[in-house]
C-alpha cells in the first residue's frame, strides 16, 4: 500500500465516520450527564469538571497539529519492512479491534507498573470524582510515547492506519464507562469493560488498586490475574492526592516528583531505576521523611486507565 494511499485513509475511509460519529456521542452523553447533575443536584467537584475540560481542549489542540502524525510516521518504517501484510476488510478489522484491545491491556499495565509512564498516566487518576469528563482527562504526554505499543500489530501485518484506529476505537468504547450513573450489570460485568468494572480501576481502595486493565473485553484481566468486582464502595483518586485543580499542575506534578528525587540519587543506576522502574522503588539512603511519593496508587509491585 503506497504511502499516499495510507495518508489518504484518515480523510476518505469508512471508519473515520465511525470514529467521528462516537466521539459525538462521548461528548452528547457527556454533555447529558453534566446537565442531569445540575437538575439533580448530584455532588460534584465542578473545580475538577473544569480542569477536565481544560485538558481535554488541550489534547484535541495538540492532536490537530504535526505531533499526532508522530505515531504514523515512527511506524511506517516497520510495517514497509514486515513480509506479513493483512488486508483490510470487515473480519480483518474485528481482528484489529481485538489485538489493539490486547494491546491497550499491557499497554495500560504498564503504565501503571513503570514510573515514568505513570508520570502521564497518573493524570487520567487523579480526579477524586467519577464522572464522563473523567473520560477526557488524558495527558497530553501519552501521544508521545503510545505508538509504540502497536509495534507488534504492524510486524504482524496490519497497516499503521488499521492499527492506530483500532487502538482509538478501543479508547473511545471507554468513555461511556466513566460514570456513577450506571449500576452493576450483571453478567455484562464479567466479559465486557463496564462502568462497575471500571469504577474498580479508578479506585484506591487497598482491595481495587491495580485491578482492571482492559479495554473493552476482560478476558485479558482474567486471564493475567488481574480482574476483580466491585464490592465495597469506591474511593477515587489517588493514595495520595495531588488537591489541584490546575491543569498544569495536574498534568506534571509527577514529573516533578520524579525529577526531585533524581536530584537526591547517588549513582547513574539508581537514577535510572527512578526514572524506568517500578512505582515505589526508592534507593535504600532515602529516608522515609525524604522520599518524594511516587504513584499514590500503587500495589505491590506496582497499572493504568486505557484509556
Not at 122 to 129: C, F, L, W, Y
Request: hydrophobic content about 45%; glycine content about 6%; overall charge neutral.
Amino acid at each position: 500500500m503506497s504511502l499516499d494511499h495510507l495518508v489518504s485513509l484518515f480523510d476518505l475511509h469508512q471508519m473515520m465516520l465511525v470514529v467521528a460519529g462516537l466521539f459525538l456521542i462521548n461528548i452528547s452523553l457527556t454533555g447529558f450527564e453534566v446537565i442531569l447533575d445540575l437538575t439533580t443536584k448530584k455532588e460534584r467537584r465542578w473545580k475538577d469538571t473544569l480542569a477536565n475540560c481544560a485538558i481535554f481542549i488541550a489534547h484535541q489542540v495538540i492532536e490537530r497539529t504535526a505531533i499526532a502524525s508522530l505515531g504514523f510516521v515512527a511506524l511506517l518504517p516497520l510495517y514497509y519492512l514486515t513480509p506479513l501484510s493483512i488486508p483490510m476488510t470487515a473480519w480483518t478489522w474485528v481482528l484489529a479491534i481485538l489485538a489493539a484491545d490486547f494491546t491497550y491491556y499491557w499497554m495500560h499495565r504498564l503504565e501503571h507498573e513503570h514510573r515514568i509512564l505513570w508520570a502521564s498516566h497518573s493524570v487520567h487518576h487523579s480526579s477524586q470524582d467519577y464522572n464522563l469528563t473523567v473520560g477526557f482527562r488524558l495527558s497530553v504526554i501519552e501521544g508521545f510515547y503510545e505508538w509504540a505499543f502497536l509495534i507488534p500489530m504492524i510486524l504482524l501485518g496490519f497497516n499503521p492506519f488499521q492499527a492506530i484506529v483500532g487502538l482509538i476505537l478501543v479508547a473511545q468504547y471507554q468513555h461511556w464507562i466513566h460514570t456513577e450513573r450506571v449500576g452493576k450489570l450483571g453478567w455484562l460485568d464479567e466479559i465486557f469493560n463496564t462502568p462497575s468494572v471500571h469504577r474498580v480501576h479508578h479506585g484506591s481502595n487497598a482491595q481495587y488498586l491495580d485491578k482492571n486493565y482492559g479495554g473493552i473485553l476482560m478476558i485479558w484481566d482474567k486471564l493475567f490475574g488481574t480482574f476483580a468486582r466491585e464490592e465495597d464502595k469506591v474511593v477515587y483518586g489517588l493514595t495520595r492526592n495531588i488537591r489541584s485543580n490546575n491543569p498544569v499542575t495536574i498534568t506534571f506534578v509527577e514529573f516533578a516528583h520524579i525529577w526531585a528525587d533524581l536530584k537526591k540519587c547517588r549513582t547513574f543506576s539508581d537514577r535510572m531505576r527512578i526514572i524506568f522502574g517500578g512505582l515505589s522503588w526508592r534507593p535504600a539512603y532515602f529516608s522515609d521523611g525524604e522520599a518524594t511519593p511516587a504513584k499514590p496508587k500503587l500495589q505491590g509491585s506496582s497499572t493504568k486507565q486505557g484509556q
